[in-house]
Structures are given as structure tokens and as C-alpha cells.
């Protein structure tokens, strides 16, 4: 595709639910990030993966937050038990090359996820 | 950790005026992003400054990195109603890194 989308765009769960947010990334690209945007915030680091690998997980908030990239294109963020401050938007990030931040980042459009 | 604080947290200027946005970092800038951000949409990007006080321009939009006070500006020429929107800076703390640490916006109100 011509840029990074994301699906579903809006997303509504009950507390308690699980659920699985998709990013597919530029075609070729290698590296894929995850962001977590609360309302009136700038983005946070969530994850990084080069191709299928999962080389940074810091940033996940808790051991609710699973991603996965398992043929180095298409992820999915999941999320269990859904929390309401897990209320936010979340961004995917393709680039073209590993790491290094020489390299621009482009972004999905987001997944809003409200937890009532 | 690397904070970034941006100034003004939001900003309302008639069409055809220039403005400037501010970006100030706790450590020193390595590389520094501008984004900008509509809502429901995602980050565009509109430029990135290496460290060293470079200076980039895309159409009405220049942005500076001054390394010694560790701050970038953002500054629009003749503002115009597309312009609107929240604009984000971004850094990361040394070559190699991909971590992006983002301020937490300006908003940008362009009143025609």
C-alpha cells in the first residue's frame, strides 16, 4: 500500500476485554515501532521490531501488552484484561531500514481505544 | 531519560502571520523531528535536524537546532488555515537510537 494503515480506526471494549489491534506496514519496510498517545500527550514508546524480531519491549506498560510480528510484515497489538487508562491512541511506525535514527518513520493513522 | 518541553502549549494567530514554536530538551539533541499531527490522523513528517545547528526549510516552514541551549524552533512564514494542526517535536538520545521521546505538542489554531 501507499502508507502505513491500521485497523480498527475506532475501537470500544468493556473493561475486562482483550483486544487486538492491527498495524500493516509499508511493503519492504523493516522496522515497525508501536506508540501509546493519551489524550493531550505526545506519543510513547511502546515496542520495536526488525523484520519478525522483537528487539525492544520496554516501553509496554504492563504484562497485559503482547505484539507480535510474526512474518515481519503485518502486527497486532494485543491487550488484555483492558484497563480504562488503557484508553488512548495507538500508533504503528514503519521504516525502511533496521534501527538507527537516520531513518524517517512513517506513521498509521492510529487506533483510538476507549475503555468504559 | 530525555524530556522535551514544547512553548506555547497551544497558539491562535490570524491567517498571513509568522509564528514560532519552541522545543526544549533536558540533554543534549542528537537528532531532532518535527511532526505534524491532525486530528485522528497520524504524525506527518516534516523534518529532521542533526546535531551540529542545522537549519532546514520546506515551503513556508523553517526549523533551527540550536545545540548549545539544546532547543529547536519551529517557525512558520504566513501562516495559512493548512497549517493548522498540533505539531510535535521528537528526539533521540545518540546515534543508532530509534527511540523517539516527543514533547507533548503545540496546538496551532489559524484563524482566515
Known amino acids: 500500500g501507499a502508507g502505513v494503515s491500521q485497523s480498527p480506526r475506532y475501537k470500544v471494549a468493556k473493561r475486562g476485554q482483550d483486544v487486538a489491534l492491527r498495524c500493516d506496514p509499508i511493503s519492504g519496510h523493516v522496522s515497525l515501532f508501536w506508540y501509546q498517545q493519551a489524550l493531550g500527550q505526545g506519543p510513547e514508546f511502546l515496542t520495536y521490531f526488525q523484520n519478525e524480531a522483537q528487539l525492544d519491549k520496554s516501553g509496554l506498560p504492563s504484562d497485559r501488552f503482547f505484539a507480535e510480528r510474526p512474518e515481519g510484515s503485518v502486527s497486532t497489538l494485543k491487550i488484555q484484561r483492558t484497563q480504562q487508562e488503557d484508553s488512548a491512541v495507538y500508533l504503528c511506525a514503519s521504516s525502511s531500514e533496521a534501527g538507527g535514527h537516520h531513518n524517517e518513520q512513517f506513521f498509521g493513522p492510529g487506533t483510538r481505544l476507549t475503555v468504559l | 531519560s530525555q524530556e522535551l518541553e514544547q512553548s506555547p502549549q497551544s497558539l491562535i494567530v490570524q491567517e498571513g502571520k509568522n509564528l514560532t514554536i519552541n522545543c526544549t530538551s533536558s540533554?543534549?539533541?542528537?537528532?531532532l523531528y518535527w511532526y505534524k499531527q491532525k486530528y485522528g490522523e497520524g504524525l506527518i513528517f516534516l523534518m529532521m535536524?542533526?546535531?551540529?545547528?542545522e537549519e532546514k526549510s520546506h515551503e513556508k516552514i523553517t526549523a533551527k537546532l540550536d545545540e548549545k541551549k539544546q532547543q529547536s524552533s519551529l517557525h512558520i512564514t504566513a501562516s495559512q488555515p493548512s497549517h493548522a494542526g498540533i505539531y510535535l517535536c521528537g528526539a533521540v538520545p545518540g546515534a543508532g537510537s530509534y527511540q523517539l521521546t516527543f514533547g507533548k505538542g503545540t496546538k496551532l489554531s489559524v484563524i482566515p
Open positions: 540533554k543534549t539533541l542528537y537528532g
Open positions: 535536524l542533526q546535531k551540529g545547528g
